[in-house]
């Protein structure tokens, strides 16, 4: 809806004041990477840095290898997000003291498999020493033609998509986090969308990831384009199987999983209605299936879960992990009782 | 003189297997900066990444300022070191769940001077929370023409040099961690020789810079270029005059100050003799004075602080740190122990 995002806010007291460069096309949150103009080239650099501390810290992730899956994943994404071509990362590993092998080995196994999904090769990297254990990296990729995806430039009546599925990010969380049962465990390993991302590079209007929840990307996608979304009466198809059986198991609203702030990282986007057609056969032709979700409104702020529907309060939603300090139950029990409302 | 870096051991363990890029000029530990061919175009792009975490947790760095200045410094240091263009630094902080102001505005003050000092402007960046302060970034640099400096190609006969006086980072971290007195206080905020470096890319045959100390960068680049350096006697006029007070004053040889493994980010590098001259008219255009150290030999490993003298086993030298699990008191016995032998 409206009013200040928390996380946000932290971001201004750190770099409120800092001078840009004139190169970078981008400002702050328009797009999931920076996007640097290359001097004597139309291409365009795309830089995105990200660290995997928080997940390990709260028990998210425990085991090395989606530690070093994750760590190459969460940046493999933004560069997706903007449609850049891959050319590498720089990993940065924070490592205990005596690190033991079978940690060093889960992480080097993840970070491999990763890199080699995405064609993301190692570049070089930091290894340090403290005692908390930290992983992650910077991820630089291209974009030849100098017109990289932003999240910006949704108008109204374009239509809105998802990559794929999504859910499983607040499912995973849910029953790592809270553990209420009911559903089955379920491998969680997202895939950054990087060829999806560069497909789209001819098409959407708007596009980011939803590694934070599929409702607050759609929160930042309404601020970016002063725009609304009204969701069509079929959007829950867009849900996981999985996460529709996590949420159901435990007898709780299935969109919770949408909630975030943890997330799957397929892309959201949106397409102008005449490209949909276009976008559809190229998308086809890469065995890929877009899940439509609704359409663009011009109701600045306003997502509403389906025609007629009451507005979801976006904002509400993606600032109440801080507001409850990180507390997984407590979270829970204030999305329920907003459902309930 | 030769054996294994113990540094080096920990980073094959991490990221022995690792398959590179084609687009990638160096190999590992071959340049300070990760050089990577930008398609399309004859620019080199050089990439750094470094996180100030073991010298907040040691006690070396404690003021905010320093602490953001130094996140800046250790990363465009390596960008002067292959002599790149600076274009823009993403920084990675990790705060505490709740940043008190001072902190907050401090490392900010400290990340802005330094990148407004080097040209490095901020482009983007990431937030975590997490009970150890760390900061750092990853810096992105430009080589228009293609040809980076990097820690190979030096020939015995060339003449060795450092961008300035050296053993500040040793000094410094001297009276901050063993405070044996008798020196007073002294700033240590160290510039990261961007200007120096670009400058060198028509004259140096390699070049590193002295984030580790003196030492340890003459041990590598012994190593990579297979080659000896022989100092010359007057060498000790590169310490610096804080340095050797602070040494002195504590009745310690003033040599100990180029130990590492806390440098003060000099470069240091080899000239092909024929390039010295039109090398020194450069410098002296642009206002600088390289200080000569001596001459590159053919003794491959083997550094002589004098014509005629024993070498020193710098090997030893760069893994004691390690050696004595980062103990500072046993570090600085174990140093005056080999200097009686």
Redesign the interface.
């Known amino acids: 809806m409206s009013g200040p995002v928390l996380e946000h806010a932290?971001?201004e007291?750190?770099?409120?004041?800092?001078?840009?460069?004139p190169?970078?096309l981008n400002g702050?949150h328009e797009s999931d990477a920076?996007l640097?103009r290359?001097?004597?080239?139309e291409?365009v650099?795309a830089?995105?840095?990200?660290?995997v501390?928080?997940e390990i810290?709260s028990g998210l992730y425990r085991d090395p290898w989606l530690i070093g899956w994750m760590a190459v994943t969460v940046n493999a994404s933004d560069l997706a997000a903007v449609g850049a071509d891959p050319?590498?990362i720089?990993?940065?590993?924070?490592?205990p003291?005596d690190p033991p092998d079978d940690l060093?080995a889960g992480?080097?196994a993840g970070?491999?498999a990763a890199?080699?999904a995405y064609g993301l090769?190692?570049?070089?990297?930091?290894?340090?020493?403290?005692?908390?254990l930290?992983v992650?990296?910077?991820a630089?990729g291209?974009v030849?033609d100098g017109r990289p995806l932003t999240r910006i430039g949704a108008r109204p009546g374009d239509r809105l998509f998802t990559s794929g599925p999504v859910g499983l990010g607040g499912a995973f969380a849910f029953l790592r986090l809270v553990g209420r049962g009911g559903g089955q465990a379920f491998d969680y390993r997202p895939l950054a969308r990087l060829r999806e991302g560069a497909l789209l590079r001819r098409f959407a209007s708007c596009c980011m990831d939803t590694s934070d929840g599929l409702i607050p990307a759609l929160d930042e996608l309404t601020r970016r384009n002063r725009c609304g979304f009204e969701l069509t009466g079929r959007w829950d198809d867009a849900l996981h199987a999985d996460a529709r059986r996590v949420l159901c198991g435990a007898g709780l609203p299935p969109w919770l999983a949408l909630a975030g702030p943890h997330g799957e990282f397929e892309l959201v986007f949106a397409v102008p209605a005449a490209r949909v057609g276009p976008m559809r056969d190229a998308a086809d032709a890469n065995g890929w299936a877009p899940i439509e979700l609704g359409r663009v409104t011009g109701e600045a702020g306003v997502v509403r879960p389906g025609p007629d529907c009451e507005p979801i309060d976006t904002t509400w939603v993606r600032n109440l992990y801080q507001e409850v300090a990180g507390n997984p139950a407590a979270y829970l029990s204030e999305l329920l009782k907003s459902a309930k409302r």
Do not use: H, K, M, Y
Not at 47 to 51: S, V
Not at 90 to 95: I, K, M, V
């Open positions: 932290l971001i007291r750190v770099a409120g004041a800092f001078r840009g460069s190169l970078q702050r920076e640097l290359l001097p004597g080239t291409a650099l830089l995105t840095t990200d660290l501390i928080e810290a050319l590498g720089l990993t940065s590993l924070t490592l003291p060093i992480l080097r970070i491999g890199t080699e090769p190692v570049l070089g990297g930091d290894v340090n020493r403290a005692a908390a930290a992650g990296g910077t630089v291209l030849p």
